[in-house]
Structure formats: C-alpha cells, structure tokens
C-alpha cells in the first residue's frame, strides 16, 4: 500500500492500536524502499525520510510507529551503495513484522501463567498483546472476559465480538460501570500505546480510572506490551504526547456553546500497575529505563545530541 494511504487509514483509525499500526509503517516503508526509482543512495534516504515523515504524522501517541521506523532505518546512514540501503531496510521491516508477530505470541504465554483457572478478568478498548493472553489462557483454563465499551469509539465492540467468535464467556459493560463491576474481578489485563522512562503507561482513555479502582479492590494490574512500546524519548526528557481526537466523535451535533474535550489516551502512573507483560519476561514498571538501554540505547545516544 501506498504511503499516504496507509497513513490515511491509521488518521481514521482503520489501522488501530499500536501493534498494528507499527506494522503497517513496516509494510510501508518496505514498499517504499522495494518501489524507489532513486538512482543512488542519497535519493532513496530522501525517499524513506519523505515516506516517515508522513506515517509520523498520522498518529501522534502510539510509539511503535517511531520506534518501527528507528529499527528499520536504523542502519542506513553507514551503506555505500544503493542496493546495501534498500535491502537492509526491506530486511529490516520483514524482520520487524516477523519480530512483532512472534512477542504477541511470547507475550501470551508468558502472561497466560498469571491468569488462574476461573478467573475473570477485565480488559479495556482492543489491544492484541491483552487479548493474546486471554487467548492463551483460555487454551487450558475456564476463563471469563468483562471487556468495556472505550468510548467515544467503542473498541471494546471489537474485542467482544473477538473473544465470542473464539467461544470465551465474554460480558460488555459501559465504562462507568467498572468500579461496580470490580467487585467480581480477578485481574486486569490491557494494552499499551507508549511506556515511558519512569515506568507510566499510556494506553486508551479511562485505562488510568480502571487502574484506581483495581488498586482500591487490590486486584491485580497487568500491561501487555512488546518492548517497542517504551518510549526512547522519555528518556532524554520529553513527555508523550497524548492525543486530542475530533469532538465531533463525542458529539456529532454539539451546539456552539458547550465544548468538547476528546483525549484518546491518558497516563496510568507506575504505582497502580502490578506487572508489565513482554516477550522478554515480566517485570516490574520500575524497570523501564532497563528496557530502554537494551533495546535504544543507541537512539538514547543520538537523541541526547539533537
Ligand atoms: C488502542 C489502544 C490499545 C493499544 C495497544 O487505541 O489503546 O490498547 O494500542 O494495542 P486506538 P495493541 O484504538 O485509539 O488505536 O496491543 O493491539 O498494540
């Protein structure tokens, strides 16, 4: 698919969640490179660095599309020659996709071993790294699903019909309805958009509520997430954008007077979260900058100096 239409689709959110988002900037810009007439080096780095410029203009909090782009583009600086650039990044993004599809699957058995025969568990808007576990877990235990709605956009639509199509119990509630449904909880299993330095995980509006009233019933907490999902630039000081969507997703025919305030996504600090979920194991929040170090610490580097 073209740049511009598969940034098009992530704008409209006909690709969504962050998984899938940064896997489509993979496929684009493997056809970008596959696709280039450039004639030399110099001109396909133009190409990828016009074809990023706008797939990081779609969406602004999901950091799997920069950081998609960051491993991909990685090493294109230090070829000589055209074809070293366009096969490396070809490799590159193959290789990413590859890499993505396989964490969600490590991610879910290593999650699914936190999940206990009968529990229930809740999760919030559509995330594949929450329900790869929920997946998972049902292979070998009884298990049952409360999934809220997410508004304004009603994601949750998709991960109830998901889990019904996979047979798993599955009950849909409105979004304030979660601290009255608490009570009946095991654990809460969601996604994640961007993971920050100190351990804070963005992820859809309302994640941060359900996170409070777990942390009041103390019932545990858990963040599904491929370690592309921590932020490299939080750790040289700049915050994650959350963003603002169109008010019209609230309110279609708002009168003039009344205004609207739509984030798609807010900040569930360290403290309420029990547990994050990778392909490289489980660890705590606090071990955020670790993870950061393994996998940027060369973007860490450049990004200090820009
Ligand atoms: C989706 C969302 C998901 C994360 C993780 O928001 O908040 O929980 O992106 O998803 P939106 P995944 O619908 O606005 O994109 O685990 O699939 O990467």
Redesign the pocket.
């Known amino acids: 698919m073209e740049v511009s239409k598969t940034a098009e689709k992530i704008k409209k959110?006909e690709i969504?969640?962050?998984?899938?988002?940064a896997r489509a900037t993979a496929r684009a810009l493997r056809d970008t490179a596959k696709k280039s007439d450039a004639t030399n080096l110099e001109e396909l780095k133009k190409d990828i660095d016009e074809a990023s410029e706008t797939l990081l203009s779609s969406r602004p909090t999901?950091v799997?599309l920069p950081n998609s782009i960051r491993l991909i583009t990685k090493n294109l600086k230090q070829y000589q020659t055209l074809n070293e650039g366009r096969n490396d990044v070809i490799e590159r993004a193959n290789r990413f996709i590859e890499r993505s599809k396989k964490s969600l699957e490590t991610l879910g058995r290593i999650g699914s071993k936190r999940i206990r025969d009968g529990d229930t568990i809740l999760t919030?808007?559509?995330?594949?790294?929450?329900l790869s576990i929920i997946k998972t877990a049902d292979k070998t235990k009884n298990i049952k699903v409360i999934a809220t709605e997410s508004r304004p956009?009603l994601?949750g639509k998709i991960t109830a019909r998901e889990l019904a199509e996979n047979n798993i119990p599955v009950t849909l509630i409105v979004d304030s309805a979660v601290r009255s449904a608490m009570k009946n909880v095991d654990i809460v299993v969601?996604?994640?958009?961007a993971i920050g330095v100190n351990g804070a995980v963005a992820?859809?509006i309302g994640t941060s509520q359900i996170a409070l009233a777990a942390n009041e019933a103390r019932v545990t907490f858990m963040v599904?997430a491929e370690t592309y999902k921590f932020s490299p630039k939080t750790a040289v000081g700049e915050p994650i954008k959350i963003e603002e969507r169109s008010e019209k997703e609230v309110w279609e025919k708002c009168p003039n007077n009344i205004c609207i305030s739509n984030p798609?996504?807010d900040f569930t600090p360290p403290e309420y979260i029990d547990l994050i979920c990778t392909e490289i194991g489980m660890i705590s929040p606090h071990m955020s900058y670790s993870i950061l170090k393994e996998e940027f610490d060369w973007t860490i580097e450049e990004l200090k100096n820009e």
């Open positions: 959110m969504r969640g962050a998984g899938d988002i999901a799997s919030h808007c559509n995330s594949e790294a929450a956009r994601q969601v996604g994640a958009d992820n859809k599904a798609a996504f």
